[in-house]
């Protein structure tokens, strides 16, 4: 087996960046390498044997940091995890729980039992319970998700035949990703998906917000393992079901949620797409601490629309389960950086950060390698990158709504909703007194509310009809 603990060096530099919060994504420990193989017969106590290990490494940053960490795949001892609400399951790919539904709950308890009570309070299948939850912490945000435990399974013939040994794993040119979209297969589920839906309206105490999750919403790999295969269509990965995917992208765009994941081994940032490139918003998939499997991004075509001089793997991309990606960055494997030892360096392990500035709303995403020395070594290439907050709704401004000024109240919370619909177009806690509302379709009215939910103060204008470029007029509101 190989062991990399205590993991000091890694501890020590995090600690030089005196981080606010602390998240760990999941695979806090493998089961079958962490550091000893997985001991099934006494699943309990090797599970908690590897996990005492982990709260041994990170004691000196988590006794003093908030800290979030929500289980994985491996954390339950499965190679991969499709939940599909907690039931139990022969195999992982035919979806739910391989092992005892109270050694998950001990899994879920030992990580998440600090985290605020899930508004989803009924039991799942098994009496399996429900963690995903929201945290308001300095102001900011924190939508908690398991993109894994209400995930459809792959197999059991409910898709085409994948041409591999694999039910999760589609190499076939000759089949439509299209065709894997099949019709009631499940991502987020539906309770967790009406939550994110609810929380992206709710700004009370809020100035930005953040989506945390095992994984992003795309499939970042186009070569996995040892030998680095090539893999078109990689169902592990949220790019799968792609319309899952698509409702979870919409209810974070429409508050302009930025969303931090981890889990494929490979780090990068996506600007994600829905109907076309870039009309969604970003997310940055951290490395990992250490990488046992490594991952890589390097598809066939070249992107489009991407820097001059940037290697092709950037630009505007389809994934290999069709969805539009925007690569900006990539710790791609590949390249020998000449630090010992080699087998753990040269897999590209390394911890992310993410800078949220409250004053200026900017994004800043950083990508450290493990080895590297915060203020003496660099990043890996294409970090530090920042992005607007509200960049993370892409989708293109076509007409504004009349502008208007709160005299007597500052960063008010906005919110726009189609009168066609009755659903809400965004919200968020602008920036000032003055505020031109733009919208992406120059049909219909809209309702525009402006005011402070921590009070419960509220104005709201109706019937507003959009127009081609931005009024100079303001409309006073006496909030």
Same mark, same amino acid.
């Given at each position: 087996?190989?062991?990399?603990?205590?993991?000091?060096?890694?501890?020590?530099?995090?600690?030089?960046?005196?981080?606010?919060?602390?998240?760990?994504?999941?695979?806090? *420990?493998?089961?079958?390498?962490?550091?000893?193989?997985?001991?099934?017969?006494?699943?309990?106590?090797?599970?908690?044997?590897? $996990?005492?290990?982990?709260?041994?490494?990170?004691?000196?940053?988590?006794?003093? *940091?908030? &800290?979030?960490?929500?289980?994985?795949?491996?954390?339950?001892?499965?190679?991969?995890?499709?939940?599909?609400?907690?039931?139990?399951?022969?195999?992982?790919?035919?979806?739910?729980?391989?092992?005892?539904?109270?050694?998950?709950?001990?899994?879920?308890?030992?990580?998440?039992?600090?985290?605020?009570?899930?508004?989803?309070?009924?039991?799942?299948?098994?009496? *399996?319970? /429900?963690?995903?939850?929201? *945290?308001?912490?300095?102001?900011?945000?924190?939508?908690?998700?398991?993109?894994?435990?209400? =995930?459809?399974?792959?197999?059991?013939?409910?898709?085409?035949?994948?041409?591999?040994?694999?039910?999760?794993?589609?190499?076939?040119?000759?089949?439509?990703?299209?065709?894997?979209?099949?019709?009631?297969? =499940?991502?987020?589920?539906?309770?967790?998906?009406?939550?994110?839906?609810?929380?992206?309206?709710?700004?009370?105490?809020?100035?930005?917000?953040?989506?945390?999750?095992?994984?992003?919403?795309?499939?970042?790999?186009?070569?996995?393992?040892?030998?680095?295969?090539?893999?078109?269509?990689?169902?592990?990965?949220?790019?799968?079901? @792609?319309?899952?995917?698509?409702?979870?992208?919409?209810?974070?765009?429409?508050?302009?949620?930025?969303?931090?994941?981890?889990?494929?081994?490979?780090?990068?940032?996506?600007?994600?797409?829905?109907?076309?490139?870039?009309?969604?918003? $970003?997310?940055? &998939?951290?490395?990992?601490?250490?990488?046992?499997?490594?991952?890589? $991004?390097?598809?066939?075509?070249?992107?489009?629309?991407?820097?001059?001089?940037?290697?092709?793997?950037?630009?505007?991309?389809?994934?290999?389960?069709?969805?539009?990606?925007?690569?900006?960055? /990539?710790?791609?494997?590949?390249? =020998?950086?000449?630090?010992?030892?080699?087998?753990?360096?040269?897999?590209?392990?390394?911890?992310?950060?993410?800078?949220?500035? !409250?004053?200026?709303?900017?994004?800043?995403?950083?990508?450290?390698?493990?080895?590297?020395?915060?203020?003496?070594?660099? @990043?890996?290439?294409? $970090?530090?990158?920042?992005? =607007?907050?509200?960049?993370?709704?892409?989708? !293109?401004?076509?007409?504004?709504?009349?502008?208007?000024?709160?005299?007597?109240?500052?960063?008010?919370?906005?919110?726009?909703?189609?009168?066609?619909?009755?659903?809400?177009?965004?919200?968020?806690?602008?920036?000032?007194?003055?505020?031109?509302?733009?919208?992406?379709?120059? /049909?219909?009215?809209?309702?525009?509310?402006?005011?402070?939910?921590?009070?419960?103060?509220?104005?709201?204008?109706?019937?507003?009809?959009?127009?081609?470029?931005?009024?100079?007029?303001?409309?006073?509101?006496?909030?």
């Amino acid at each position: 087996t190989v062991m990399w603990f205590p993991h000091q060096a890694i501890r020590e530099r995090v600690a030089q960046h005196a981080p606010d919060l602390l998240f760990f994504s999941g695979d806090q *420990i493998y089961e079958g390498r962490s550091p000893t193989f997985a001991d099934r017969a006494h699943i309990h106590l090797d599970y908690l044997y590897k $996990w005492y290990l982990w709260c041994w490494a990170y004691r000196d940053l988590t006794k003093d *940091i908030p &800290c979030v960490t929500i289980p994985d795949d491996h954390d339950v001892f499965q190679g991969n995890l499709w939940g599909e609400g907690g039931r139990k399951a022969r195999r992982d790919v035919l979806g739910g729980y391989v092992h005892p539904a109270d050694f998950v709950q001990m899994v879920e308890r030992t990580q998440t039992s600090h985290l605020p009570r899930s508004p989803h309070t009924e039991p799942l299948a098994q009496g *399996i319970t /429900a963690y995903y939850s929201s *945290i308001n912490y300095g102001r900011i945000g924190f939508a908690v998700l398991e993109d894994r435990k209400f =995930k459809s399974g792959c197999g059991g013939g409910r898709l085409p035949d994948t041409g591999t040994r694999r039910a999760d794993h589609m190499n076939s040119p000759d089949v439509d990703p299209k065709m894997l979209d099949v019709p009631g297969m =499940k991502l987020l589920g539906d309770d967790q998906l009406a939550f994110l839906n609810e929380w992206s309206a709710d700004w009370r105490g809020h100035d930005m917000k953040i989506a945390l999750s095992q994984t992003v919403f795309a499939g970042m790999a186009t070569h996995h393992g040892g030998d680095l295969m090539r893999v078109r269509c990689d169902l592990d990965s949220n790019g799968w079901p @792609q319309s899952g995917r698509n409702r979870a992208l919409r209810a974070l765009r429409r508050g302009f949620i930025f969303h931090l994941a981890g889990d494929q081994h490979l780090g990068s940032i996506v600007h994600h797409g829905i109907d076309t490139w870039r009309d969604a918003g $970003w997310s940055f &998939c951290v490395p990992s601490i250490a990488n046992f499997y490594p991952r890589k $991004w390097m598809p066939e075509a070249e992107g489009a629309n991407r820097r001059a001089g940037a290697p092709g793997w950037q630009g505007d991309h389809l994934d290999g389960l069709g969805n539009h990606v925007s690569v900006f960055a /990539a710790t791609n494997p590949g390249r =020998k950086t000449g630090r010992d030892p080699a087998d753990l360096h040269d897999k590209m392990p390394g911890y992310g950060i993410v800078r949220m500035n !409250k004053n200026t709303r900017a994004i800043t995403m950083e990508c450290w390698p493990r080895y590297a020395v915060p203020g003496t070594d660099a @990043q890996y290439p294409g $970090w530090p990158r920042t992005i =607007k907050q509200t960049d993370n709704d892409g989708r !293109k401004r076509v007409a504004s709504l009349p502008g208007f000024s709160t005299r007597r109240m500052s960063d008010p919370v906005v919110q726009v909703i189609d009168e066609r619909t009755g659903g809400m177009v965004y919200a968020l806690r602008i920036r000032g007194r003055d505020f031109h509302p733009w919208v992406y379709d120059l /049909a219909g009215t809209y309702t525009v509310k402006v005011g402070d939910p921590d009070r419960g103060v509220w104005r709201t204008l109706t019937g507003l009809k959009p127009t081609h470029g931005e009024s100079s007029d303001l409309r006073d509101l006496d909030l």
